[in-house]
């Protein structure tokens, strides 16, 4: 039968059985056979070791948040579970509400859901619609005659795109499972045969029985139904028959027997006469043993009759179902020679029975002394103690093997399965996690970690270090510079007491390699070299001395060279070597490599173009602004620090100049943007408001509404913001010692003002003005205050006061209180201090800063046969 085309993104060879044009039955069958096969397995199933690991490794290597095992017989009961809440083992579950269900409904096949909301069959189902199964994955197990009586299922609570290795894990680990439930049935029922054989030649070789507690059902073997007067076609297999038969004047004495061995997991003894249908009466000796679970509770009552034939019937049966089992099993007596080897053990130990019978398994298999398999053996047989382990048997079995050893009274019995294809499977995704985490982890550290002179050195030696050991045993890591000379410039060794050679290594081999070595090649070509053999390859070229002895020291036996290059421009290559002893890269360790070689390479290359680009942007950013005037009535200081994180040309400017009458002019702009016309608008108005506001008489709110006549005039398409102050001062206030800040503001923040007395005070006006570019028209106003000598004028950015990380009224009072406490600092210092504490982790933003601070004290004139110049103006010169 051809499985249907998967849908949502399912692998081949799982169907979503809500999809495949009629709607499944909403629970799969309620045949006898599974209900039967369901009954044996549920009291060894629940709270089994084999199972909760074989469970914790399926959640494990799927990443999934919960797997289960769940069987369905008249209900889904949860028998075991990693990642599920507490109280989930045992829980029951109406079919009709049951995932496993609508499973078993589809078997064989598989049922997945990427998202189990939109799937037609579950998500009406509880599980999905409270949110606890968003992904649902899971394949039936199939057990004895190929029965399907449960499920393995994986899930998460958010949906998942689940891959055909996802289904062809399960499936493996479903197999796994499926065996396991098997396996625990028949050793229970081999337990329990085994039981009632030696208590049939305790008692003379009589009939057996099997009374399982949990379900009532009572197994007689042939001898004793035929010892009660049945056959199989009347005998019920329940308690019933017995006192149906059983004396009416001993059946109460019967009962106490009974129920007093199941009250004390304790042993059954009692004689009792039965009358059978031909009026006959006959006395019955019985011998039993209650047998408990994990909790003490006895669940199964085990025992015989007088038969002579029942001990030869019981071995039968045990042998049968041996015989027919999936799993290897084999038993040894006391002195380790083979007594049983079922069919499966022979084909997995690759002897015939008639070869292993009668052998001692330490001459059969040598390779088992002194290994975990005899350490297992003879540990389970000197403790009692059953003994589960894995293992690893060398050729010819080459093989690894999930091994269960439990003693008895005759030797040991061996349960094992090949567990090979599972470990490698294991190994290949734990190496798969491993690769993904060290690409993940390089491409992390090489964005922390380039950036600026020196940095790629740095940041390379991290790369080799990181791949180290899980892609080879050392890493030489090379780069090209800028005019195309090449510099090894890291190294890493996995054995520490090698390091230095490899280091010295790198620093000699590169004036030692001709034009045919694979590194020269790899370059060249710009193609991976993968080197079999290095000392044929590299070692015999180099020349006599110290490089060929630290070569040999290194003794590298396998290689791989892949040049890194991104837009076409090749900027190194990344050289992995491994010992002789380990394998050469398989197409996994390639791909690996490749990946890495391509993300350092562009992350490189990213680097030195950001580097250019800053460059290039904060010399054209400073470029158009000037060095401040130094007036004789103040100091002004001026700051612009470009942003770490970007690349491009800001719009912050600033500018200081003087009026022909002498004031002191002071400009604080934003133009909007962070491009190359940003900059091109910012000086477009830095050039325009110069002109505007050098004229004699233009007050700063003036100058404000013409450049905002100008943007408009001229339909530059620009805003920006913009606060400007004029320091003013007539001959009788510079005698009295103070003067007048004229200031204006465009939608910038508040300039502070930082009085003498240590007073900080915010220049804002009633209600905020217009920014420039918005409204030609708009009123624009001047505001005067009067200070004295030693104030302070802070004009800023908002990349000093806004963010990210910092909303803007909180920057401004953080930038209020800093300032207060760095008021008695010279005013360089000033400045470069509140940027610190402001920004300590970095600029998000371009910064442009003006300050202004008075003079304390009044500078003296020159004499009178210097050079004129109007009050308060510097000479010129």
């Known amino acids: 039968m051809t499985a249907p085309e998967p849908v ?43 199972l909760q690991r074989l469970t914790d490794l399926t959640q494990r290597l799927l990443g999934t948040d919960a797997a289960a095992v769940s069987l369905a017989g008249d209900v889904e009961t949860v028998v075991s579970g990693a990642g599920l809440p507490s109280g989930s083992l045992g829980r029951q579950v109406p079919l009709a509400d049951s995932l496993c269900a609508v499973v078993l409904a589809a078997a064989p096949d598989a049922l997945l859901a990427p998202s189990a909301a939109r799937h037609p069959r579950l998500a009406g189902l509880p599980a999905v619609r409270g949110g606890a199964v968003g992904a649902y994955l899971a394949v039936p197990l199939a057990v004895f005659d190929g029965t399907a009586v449960g499920t393995l299922a994986v899930y998460s609570g958010a949906e998942r795109v689940w891959a055909d290795t996802d289904v062809a894990l399960l499936r493996q680990l479903g197999d796994a499972v499926s065996s396991e439930l098997q396996l625990a049935a ?24 099997d009374w399982d507690l949990a379900t009532g059902r009572l197994v007689w073997d042939d001898r004793l139904v035929a010892l009660f007067g049945y056959d ?60 408990a679970d994990d909790h003490g509770v006895a669940v199964r009552l085990v025992g015989a009759g007088f038969d002579t034939t029942s001990q030869r019937h019981g071995e039968a049966r ?57 350490r297992n053996y003879r540990g389970a047989a000197a403790t009692g103690e059953e003994r589960v382990f894995e293992a690893y048997y060398p050729p010819p079995l080459a093989a690894w093997f999930e091994v269960r050893a439990w003693p008895g009274p005759d030797g040991l019995s061996v349960y094992f399965l090949d567990v090979t294809e599972r470990r490698e499977a294991e190994e290949r995704a734990r190496r798969s996690a491993a690769r993904l985490t060290l690409v993940a982890e390089v ?54 007491a090698l390091r230095p050679a490899a280091a010295r290594y790198a620093e000699l081999r590169l004036a030692s390699l001709g034009p045919t070595a694979p590194l020269m090649r790899a370059l060249a070509s710009g193609q991976m070299r993968i080197v079999d053999d290095v000392d044929a390859a590299v070692g015999r070229m180099l020349p006599p001395g110290e490089v060929s002895d630290v070569f040999r020291t290194l003794e590298p036996g396998s290689a791989i060279t892949l040049p890194m290059a991104a837009r076409g421009r090749t900027l190194g290559a990344l050289s992995v070597y491994r010992a002789p002893d380990r394998t050469p890269v398989d197409q996994d360790d390639v791909a690996t490599v490749r990946d890495l070689a391509d993300r350092i390479a562009l992350a490189l290359d990213n680097s030195r173009l950001y580097e250019q680009q800053r460059g290039l942007a904060e010399g054209l950013q400073r470029s158009l602004l000037t060095a401040p005037p130094a007036p004789d009535h103040a100091e002004i200081v001026v700051r612009y620090k470009a942003a770490v994180e970007a690349a491009e040309v800001g719009g912050d400017w600033y500018d200081a100049f003087l009026q022909p009458s002498g004031a002191t002019m002071v400009v604080i702009g934003d133009v909007v943007g962070h491009d190359t016309e940003a900059a091109a608008a910012m000086g477009q108005l830095r050039g325009m408001l110069r002109g505007i506001a050098y004229r004699e008489g233009a007050g700063p709110a003036e100058v404000l509404s013409q450049l905002d006549a100008a943007i408009h005039g001229l339909d530059m398409g620009t805003m920006a913001t913009a606060a400007i102050a004029r320091v003013e001062q007539t001959p009788e206030e510079r005698a009295a010692g103070s003067t007048r800040l004229r200031w204006s503001n465009a939608g910038h923040p508040p300039p502070l003002l930082l009085h003498p007395d240590g007073r900080v005070e ?25 200070v004295t000598r030693g104030a302070t004028l802070l004009l800023y950015t908002d990349g000093l006061v806004e963010g990210r990380d910092l909303p803007l009224d909180e920057g401004i009072a953080r930038l209020r209180a800093a300032v ?12 470069d201090q509140v940027i610190e504490r402001l920004r300590p982790e970095g600029l998000q933003d371009d910064v442009a800063l003006v300050a202004v601070r008075l003079h304390r004290e009044d500078r003296p004139r020159p004499a009178e046969a210097g050079p004129q110049r109007v009050p308060g103006r510097t000479p010129q010169r």
Request: hydrophobic share 45%; proline share 4%.
């Open 8 to 50: 949502d993104g399912a692998p081949a060879g799982a169907i979503d059985a809500g999809r495949m044009g009629t709607p499944p039955m909403d629970t799969p069958p309620m045949d006898t056979a599974r209900l039967d096969a369901v009954r044996r397995l549920e009291s060894t199933a629940l709270g089994s070791r084999s």
């Open 186 to 209: 028949l050793s229970q029922e081999f337990e329990a045969h085994r039981l009632r054989f030696e208590l049939a030649i305790d008692a003379a070789e009589i009939g057996s029985f």
């Open 232 to 291: 199989r076609s009347t005998f019920d297999e329940t308690i019933g028959a017995v006192m149906a038969r059983c004396h009416p004047d001993d059946r109460e004495r019967l009962t106490e027997a009974l129920q007093s061995a199941i009250d004390t997991c304790g042993e059954y003894d009692a004689e009792f006469r039965i009358v059978l249908p031909t009026g006959e009466t006959r006395w019955i000796q019985g011998r039993g043993r209650a047998l």
């Open 318 to 374: 045990v042998s049968r179902v041996l015989e027919v089992m999936r799993s290897a099993f084999f038993s040894l007596d006391r002195d380790w020679r083979f007594t049983y080897v079922n069919a499966e053990a022979e084909r997995v130990l690759e002897r015939d029975r008639d070869e292993l019978l009668g052998g001692s398994v330490w001459d059969l298999f040598p390779a088992a002394v002194g290994s975990d398999f005899e």
């Open 443 to 496: 491409t992390a550290g090489l964005s922390a970690a380039l950036g600026g002179a020196g940095h790629e050195a740095v940041a390379m030696q991290r790369v080799a270090e990181s791949v180290i050991p899980l892609l080879g045993d050392w890493v030489i890591v090379s780069l090209v510079d800028g005019d195309g000379r090449m510099r090894d410039v890291a190294s890493w060794h996995r054995d520490p």
């Open 762 to 786: 915010e220049l804002a006006g009633e209600r905020a003005e217009l920014m420039l570019g918005v409204d030609p028209s708009a009123s624009r106003t001047d505001a005067v205050v009067t």
């Open 820 to 831: 207060a406490q760095l008021a008695e600092e010279p005013l360089a210092v000033l400045c």
